[in-house]
């Protein structure tokens, strides 16, 4: 893997979903004050879309690229 698809891997896997992660648990639990199971169960189910999401439009950009 060449240095930008390392980035665009570190960006997509990992850097943004701890964003998304983060500023969702802060703002649904400590803001708006909703149950601490309710915001773990809604965060992880929309990290595990996102993470479905983008491995298939990963494997369609690499296809392309080899």
């Known amino acids: 893997m060449n240095k930008k698809l390392k980035l665009y891997f ?13 500023s969702f648990f802060i ?6 004050q909703n ?3 309710t915001v773990l169960s809604d965060g992880t189910s929309i990290i595990g879309l996102y993470y479905m999401i983008t491995s298939i439009i990963f494997v369609f950009y690499f296809k392309n690229k080899i």
């Open 10 to 22: 570190m960006g997509y896997y990992i850097f943004f979903p701890l964003v998304f992660i983060i």
């Open 27 to 32: 703002w649904m639990y400590l803001v708006k």
């Open 35 to 37: 149950h601490l199971w």
